[in-house]
């Protein structure tokens, strides 16, 4: 619930209900439901919430539990908060903060205080008085969460009274102890939920810089909107943290072993859905739904094993902070020619960062998120058409291209156009934004060429992954890229990788080359680290559902973001030849789930 992770939550309260009723542990569970309603609340099921604290209130008032009466009081005030009933919102947690001061609870007195605080807000004086005897409160314990909801308060507060350089300030107290949170999750999932619902704390900040038209209030913006960006990820490329820490100690070492069996019974499970998986390019179509269902549990389980497993490595526990990135930063790893072209919603404006050696420019697109949204979901239903056979291809092939082309054109007038000028003649390296991780830069069509006919592109999910990935190649130079590593799993339905591989092998005629019943995991798995380039044609498929398990296919498996992450990886340069293969699902922060991100977490 901490972390975020509602759903998963939501599912171990009911478990843990059931069995706690079972057992008659009434206690136990009332707090059982009380953590079910808490999920509810946060996934936004205000109805089935109601009825969980209802419920949680009466078992606890008939055990004659005060506290926890308490505590569920101010849960309610929450609830009501976020339907905007403010006044019953602060007449309950008013009644929570009786009851928790009565008993000299002084934490969660402080929480019951930011709740009436939060109902009070429209009445300033009295909201801001609450969240200062709060902060002297907090200064006697150690309750970062409650400091920085109390600071976020207080820069609210602030706001609405037009005093912006004191919003300014408290904001910022706000972001470092959410740092200092946020680096003491040990499980690489949950530091990524975590960060969900305090995105706005940055977002206020990054506003409030670029409402001011100074260079290093903008400079400022950049560093605040690139430390809520892929921070996870840049968190386990910094410490060079690994997925699947090694074994230490006996806890640990049986870990590894329950690991393994899971993996081995997945390996069964996708060997057991190989035509299927070939004919219909998706591993859980075809398939009979008890093994779809074993699948799947198994898919879980293994999840479950490597959170176990980081949350007993050290490592985990003190993460080095990685914080932001400072454009002067950013230059300092940037080639004369080359553009940064970095993406910002604020609100339902579209804010374009252009950083280059001379200059950092701040452009409105003039085209809105909800319009940019609707562009992107035309061009996603223009490319699936491909789906639907070679007849209607040859049928339709001149109204998809053309259909195809207005959209890459009206995409190229909204998220190009504005930086054209500032960008002519450079390499462009773009760090998108929310969905825009979802558009083809490379094919923007300016009603003549693509983009990429005028320019050389990159994309990073971040300024900071840039840096890291360049360090990284720095480190490794200097580099031939003689050496290459190739594979190559042919089929009927796609005999056209054996060409594929074949051109390549005339490139690198030195390279290790595995094809047909030679490219195997066990093969990948000890060449890896012997190549300048690793290049893999394969089927693959993108799991929408569970992105961690999006896949690609070799002779005797499929191979998923945990197998590609314990891969040791020297290549500088990793091409996938497959569909969906730069397929990624954006989670909050910009966190990229998909086989891009296991290739980089591989080194």
Known sequence: LQSSVLDEAAKLASQARELFLSLDMRYEAARSITFLGLAQMRLLKFDEARQAFAAAREEFAAEGNQVHS?????????????????????KLATEAETIFASQQLKAKTCSAQIVRARALLSDGESARELCEAILQTCSELETPWLRYQAHELLGDNSLVAGDVRQAYEQYTQAVSFIEQIRCQIRVDEFRSAFFKDKLRVYEKLIRLCLNEEDPQRQAEAFYYLESSKARTLVDLLINELEMMPSPDGQ???????????????????????????TQTKSRLAGTDIRLQADLLQCERALAEVTRQLQTSDTDFLWLRQSGGMTVRELRAILAADETVIEYYFDGDEVKIFVIDHQAMN????????????????????????????????????????????????????????????????????????????????????????????????????????????????????????EQAVIFGSADEIAPQISEEIEAIRKEFPNGECFTGNAATAQALTASASSGDILHIASHAVFRQDNPMFSAFKLADTWLNFYDICRLKLSASLVTLSGCSTGTSRVYAGDELMGLARGFLSAG
């Open 70 to 90: 308490g505590l569920v009081s101010l849960y309610q005030a929450e609830l009501f908060l976020l339907c905007g009933q403010t006044v019953e919102a602060a």
């Open 251 to 277: 806890e640990s070492s049986e870990l590894h072993r329950r690991w393994q069996s899971l993996r081995e019974q997945l390996h069964w499970y996708y060997s057991k859905v190989g035509n299927a998986e």
């Open 362 to 481: 701040v452009v409105g697109s003039g085209c809105g998120v909800g319009e940019i949204s609707e562009l992107i979901q035309t061009l996603r239903f223009q490319f699936d058409k491909f789906q639907y056979g070679a007849d209607y291809l040859k049928t339709h092939s001149d109204r998809l291209l053309q259909s195809a082309k207005d959209c890459l054109h009206q995409l190229w007038r909204a998220l190009f156009a504005p930086v054209a000028e500032l960008a002519r003649g450079k390499k462009l390296i773009f760090i998108p934004f929310g969905l825009l991780h979802n558009v083809p830069f490379q094919a923007l069509f300016d009603g003549e060429k693509y983009l990429i006919e005028s320019h050389e592109i990159t994309q990073s999910p971040s300024a900071r992954i840039l840096k890291l990935c360049s360090d990284r190649w720095r480190q490794r130079l200097p580099r031939k890229y």
